[in-house]
């Protein structure tokens, strides 16, 4: 499994790709599928969700048996999106963030492992915090880096420092464990 931002239109467009995709009992192959936010219905986004800044939305590949079609749609819903007519199956294949430009946050996804490419808004590598120091604990929102369904998340963290001084220690939420 595959899902990414497609390369002609980055900003507005995911594409899904796969080899095999087992969708509510139903064995798709070769799947391969764009969907477009700025459309509603299948290859697009759910009908009565409009398109906002800085908000998670979810990639599904839907199937029509009746029709043998199959098509890319998004919703804002995890669980229970909306599917258009004739679609009655439907599988959760990833999430996506759309950022304080209405741009998809860029993204390469393979199974279930995510590698953000780079900021929409800032040019360069994803991130938490931008030209940040303290001198104690300072809470940093991932939540527009993982996405609300997420149990498990790994996290590589990185520091630049331009005086040399580097120094970085991570705990979890309200943890009082200082890492020393």
Known sequence: ?????????????????CD?????????SAVNVTADITL???NGRQSD??????EWWFAYVIYNPTAGTVAGFLSESATAP???SGYTKKRRVGALYNDSGSNFRQFVQVDRIVTYEGDTEGGGPYRALSA???TTYTDVSWASGVPPIVRRAYVTASIQSPTGSTTLRIR?????????
């Open 172 to 180: 979890a939420n309200g943890s009082s464990n200082t890492g020393q």
């Open 132 to 134: 940040g120091s303290a």
């Open 1 to 17: 499994l595959r899902v990414t931002n497609n390369a002609a239109a980055a900003n507005t467009k995911l594409d899904i790709t």
């Open 49 to 54: 969700q409009t398109e906002a800044a800085n």
């Open 20 to 28: 095999f995709l087992g969708v509510e009992g139903s064995g798709l």
């Open 82 to 84: 909306t599917l258009p």
């Open 40 to 42: 509603t219905g299948a």
